[in-house]
């Protein structure tokens, strides 16, 4: 949701109050966004470099008065795809949409199994990215079709693109989570070394490239399928990978070939049985979901820690502070 202006009525007063949320980086990524925004507009991009800039710099929440637990409500998000505060929101958003699907999933068909697939391939120099990434959604669409998944019932696959910090090369590969039906573990198993050589086959390979694959299970207090939302629902491009030391230079050149490499790419596609659910929780595509709204939580609700009423609360970015200050 894109606020252009704020009334008068909406500012309320000011409490020269810090931002503090839980540990969220607001803060961070509000920084990063800057740093994009002065990269882009080194490349010429006027109008990305203006959003960007203003992206995220005003947060309205609704906060409990007791607890100060705090809900946001309203922000300013420039939506682009590379800027750090969205994509940080867009992982969100994509970890409850998979967490939706998966609970679905799994009331559906009690005995669905889930599996993790990494499939990776040699990095290349960044004049390459582009068409690693088209190859790599290819063979992915091949693999997808190949007789040897017949015992995978749907799927979600979400591309990532990380950079070697010492050669400077760039590594697209993609994360995977298998729903698998229960004779996947008898008859439809696919060894490891399998999974090696169909994505050689599909990638047209000359060489065995590294593949990872699991079984899902519980990690820590979490459930498997919670474990499973948040191993998938991986930032497209880390912040450290797209921001280095902060260099402009440095930023601009990274962020010069991300954008040309990513650009109308779908980075996160649902299939098979996966993706019927998602159509019949009316779910939109988590890339072009709210970004303000995550969750199930409505404004004007109650507290959901102690009950008591909230209240809104404006925070603004000031720039000489490097702070949000209400």
């Known amino acids: 949701m894109l606020i252009t202006s704020l009334p008068d009525a909406v500012r309320g007063e000011r409490t020269g109050e ?3 949320d839980q540990g969220r980086p607001w803060k961070e990524k ?4 800057s740093a994009v925004a002065q990269a882009f507009l080194a490349l010429g991009e006027a109008e990305r470099a203006r959003r960007c800039m203003d992206c995220g710099t005003v947060l309205v929440f ?3 008065r007791a607890d100060g637990h705090k809900r946001l409500v309203r922000a300013n998000f420039c939506r682009e795809r590379l800027c750090p505060m969205c994509a940080w929101r867009r992982s969100m958003r994509l970890t409850w949409t998979v967490d939706r699907v998966l609970h679905q999933a799994a009331l559906e068909r009690p005995n669905v199994g889930w599996v993790m697939l990494t499939l990776t391939q040699r990095n290349v120099p960044g004049q390459e990215l582009a068409g690693e990434v088209d190859r790599v959604l290819r063979g992915w ?3 997808a079709r190949r007789s040897e998944l017949r015992g995978v019932w749907g799927w979600l696959r979400v591309l990532e693109v990380t950079r070697n910090p010492w050669d400077g090369s760039w590594h ?6 298998l729903a698998v039906r ?3 573990w008898s008859v439809n198993y696919v060894r490891h070394a399998d999974w090696v050589r169909l994505w050689a086959e599909v990638m047209d390979l000359d060489y065995l490239p590294s ?5 899902v299970r519980p990690r820590g207090r979490k459930g498997p399928l919670e474990s499973a939302a948040r191993e998938v629902a991986k930032y497209a491009v880390k912040d450290s990978d797209l921001l280095g030391n902060g260099a402009e230079q440095e930023v601009a050149e990274r962020l010069a070939v991300l954008h040309r490499a990513l650009a109308g790419r779908r980075l996160v596609e649902f299939g098979g049985w996966l993706r019927d659910v998602k159509r019949r929780l009316r779910l939109v595509e988590p890339e072009d979901g709210d970004l303000v709204k995550i969750g199930d939580e409505h404004p004007g609700e109650a507290c959901p820690i102690c ?3 909230m209240m809104e609360h404006v925070y603004r970015w000031v720039r000489s502070a490097r702070e949000y200050v209400g």
């Open 182 to 184: 229960p004779s996947y």
């Open 62 to 64: 609704e906060e409990c």
């Open 307 to 309: 009950g008591g009423g």
């Open 18 to 20: 810090v931002l503090e």
């Open 211 to 215: 593949v990872e694959v699991h079984r």
């Open 30 to 33: 509000r920084m990063g966004a």
């Open 172 to 177: 697209p590969h993609l994360h995977a989570l």
């Open 141 to 143: 669409r091949a693999l």
